[in-house]
């Protein structure tokens, strides 16, 4: 039996539809194809300005090998009339439809604004989470902050987390980074000669605050800061590792302003789709607790009147203890997982601390030294560190109700105040001290080396001779209390051995002193003696 040939069947086969995908695996060209175009974007994007997608098209039609039926073009997506003339070219040199061209044109746009927002988005650092801690870990952080005497344990495992000496700056530092969580913290500015280690201290207690409530700068340019989001810096500790390197007046005046103000803000031109320009409001919120090292006590006067200083140990007997510690590491002597374990420690005690109102009950009567230059600053800064103490030590304090308002807040209380004024005295004394620390640290120097000595004057050789300082700091040194009055030329000559100079007065620093700390220990004692009498009433 015989079957008849079976014909072959010659209906072409139905297209299979092509993804509309756009290929990024070479950034210098990408690649998207539909079932109708072919479509490469040379040279790939860039990825500012945001109001521009500046592109170079190669454009293809699909089923065309025809060499000639293919179009270059170099054009802003986000201009409409030029995306307009191009969908119009194409269609014409394609012999295809302006609707099915236009649609694949804002395809294209489409996918090439997610890829670049996908981009800038991978190049944001990833935010660091909140700090969660288990009950167990939460409940020993609230526990150690209950204890007596909270400050003196703080300040000991300071010491077991590395922080290498200057037991009173580690503290008082602690205490004002601890502030940013206040509604008016505080700001610090470190001084320390070039080379002696000045972020040595600020590196070592700003890793004990949890990395989500900080901000680390090494650099700033002139709008920087305006470019963060509303909150970003809200309540957060903003280091700056070397104001030196953010040495620029539109810098630190933004700065300034986010200390004063709380708030910066900036109007600036943008244009929208159709290139019209219009204006936005950059605004960001604080409060912010700033913090920096610098070597130019003069330049950052601005900054400083707002910011407590303090001026860091560069004394010989600092360094060679933090050189000792770095040996014992090194030699495999120091228990380093347990300072891990103090670090990880303190990081939970700032991640339990809650925003509170403080209440200072004895603010009224408390009085700063008459020698304290620009006092009305000084004055604000006293009374906020007061409040830092309290609001460190608020799982200590019985939270109260204002009648009227309903505020819930804490009380300051003597104790406080005795802690803040054994604290605060150095910065205190710097700020009644006409001359720069660097300066006062000079002089007595000399007058130590004098008394020693025996003598009553001396020439700038000997003085060479006694410090090994550098000629040109020692000539500006000399100036500077020649024009306050500390020194006097009684003889020389400039041109054979030099100017014979005397120190004025070899009393006046301990008198200054006295006076500083006179007035705190008297105003704090005359209210523990109202207390007093109060309690027995």
């Known amino acids: 039996m015989l079957y008849p040939e079976k014909t072959k069947d010659m209906t072409p086969p139905k297209p299979v539809p092509v993804a509309h995908l756009l290929d990024v695996s070479d950034p210098e060209l990408l690649v998207y194809q539909t079932d109708l175009l072919h479509i490469e974007v040379l040279g790939g994007i860039a990825l500012r300005p945001l109001d521009q997608l500046k592109v170079t098209l190669k454009v293809a039609k699909v089923d065309s090998l025809s060499p000639f039926h293919k179009l270059r073009h170099k054009l802003d997506l986000y201009n409409d009339n030029l995306v307009e003339r191009f969908i119009q070219r194409v269609a014409e040199k394609l012999e295809l439809g302006t609707r099915e061209v236009g649609q694949t044109i804002e395809e294209l746009i489409n996918k090439l604004e997610k890829y670049r927002a996908d981009l800038i988005a991978a190049q944001k650092p990833l935010r660091p989470e909140k700090r969660e801690l288990t009950s167990l870990r939460e409940r020993k952080a609230i526990d150690f902050l209950k204890k007596e005497g909270l400050l003196k344990l703080t300040n000991k495992l300071l010491g077991e987390s590395g922080v290498v000496g200057e037991e009173l700056n580690r503290l008082l530092m602690w205490l004002v980074f601890t502030s940013r969580l206040m509604w008016q913290p ?23 605050i949890p990395e989500a409530d900080k901000l680390e700068i090494t650099t700033l340019s002139e709008n920087a800061l305006y470019y963060f989001e509303k909150t970003e810096l809200s309540h957060k500790l903003v280091l700056i590792e070397d104001m030196d390197g953010a040495n620029d007046d539109k810098v630190m005046y933004a700065i300034r302003e986010l200390q004063s103000k709380k ?7 943008l244009k929208d789709s159709k290139g019209n320009l219009k204006t936005i409001t950059l605004q960001v919120e604080g409060p912010i607790s700033l913090a920096g090292t610098t070597t130019r006590e003069k330049l950052y006067e601005d900054n400083a009147n707002r910011s407590l200083l303090i001026y860091l140990d560069s004394s010989k007997e600092q360094q060679e203890a933090i050189m000792a510690y770095q040996r014992k590491k090194s030699a495999g002597k120091i228990d380093e997982l347990k300072a891990e374990a103090t670090k990880e420690f303190l990081r939970d005690v700032q991640a339990v601390l809650k925003p509170v109102k403080v209440r200072n009950p004895y603010a009224e009567q408390l009085v700063l030294p008459e020698t304290v230059f620009k006092p009305l600053r000084t004055n604000a800064h006293y009374l906020h560190f007061i409040e830092a103490i309290t609001f460190y030590k608020q799982y200590q304090r019985e939270v109260k109700t204002d009648p009227t308002t309903q505020e819930k807040y804490i009380e300051t209380t003597l104790e406080d105040i005795e802690e803040a004024n054994a604290l605060l005295k150095d910065v205190l004394l710097a700020k009644s001290d006409e001359l720069t620390n660097a300066c006062r640290e000079f002089l007595e120097e000399v ?37 306050y009055g500390y020194t006097r030329i009684v003889g020389g000559h400039r041109y054979k051995a030099g100017y014979e100079y005397e120190i004025v007065s070899q009393e006046e620093y301990a008198a200054l002193k006295s006076q500083v700390t006179s007035v705190l220990d008297e105003t704090l004692a005359q209210l523990k003696i109202k207390l007093s009498g109060s309690v027995d009433s």
């Not at 708030?263 to 031109?269: E, Y």
């Open 447 to 483: 007058k130590k080396q004098m008394t020693e000595a025996k003598r009553l004057t001396f020439y700038k050789s000997e003085v060479r001779e006694w410090m090994r300082i550098n000629p040109n700091t020692l000539k500006r040194y000399l100036s500077e209390l020649l024009k």
């Open 186 to 208: 505080l700001h610090l500015v470190c001084l320390g000669a070039s080379g002696t280690g000045k972020t040595y201290l600020q590196e070592r207690i700003s890793a004990l």
């Open 263 to 269: 708030r910066i803000m900036k109007t600036v031109p």
